[in-house]
């Protein structure tokens, strides 16, 4: 069985209502008191789903994947038209962003219901990930994403599901629709 998987396995971001992706930027942190100091940070959040992504990070960087030095948590228990994208600067211990964000098509409406990891599946998927290069594509300046968890979030890269930003992930769009509009599986912010 894969080492997330073993350690934090699907369920569990599932835990009481909380359905999460993180996301690991480049950089170091300790994990000890990362769950402490994310909720100090974001005292908005939920603090289960900041104990769930710092313990998966923590996780992470135990079996070997480079430490971050940022770190995004997505909350997709939260319907779209609350702000539920998290990004910490954990060298400094700030918060730097608390955002909007889209999820897939076939995830839900306002509410994000379903994920797979499945190719064309339109749907968001859960899990740790690791962010690659960025690179001004289709949908403007976007971040390539690595799922870490094989049968969760491993096809990541191959689906092209990146962070990017999007005119239906606004305020505004929120106002009109009732929700935020949706992707075909990035979290588009």
Known sequence: MPFLQRMLPLRRYRLAGVALAVLMLAGTVQAAPLA???EQLAPGADPRALSLAAEAM???VQRGQPAAGRLAVIDYSLPSTKRRLWVFDLDARRLLFREWVAH???TGGNRAEHFSNVPESHASSLGLYRTLNSYH???GYSLRLKGLEPGVNDHAYSRAIVVHGADYATPAFIRRVGRLGRSYGCPAV
């Open 137 to 139: 594509g289709r949908n």
């Open 58 to 60: 923590s996780c992470a």
């Open 104 to 106: 897939g098509q076939a």
């Open 36 to 38: 402490d100091t994310l």
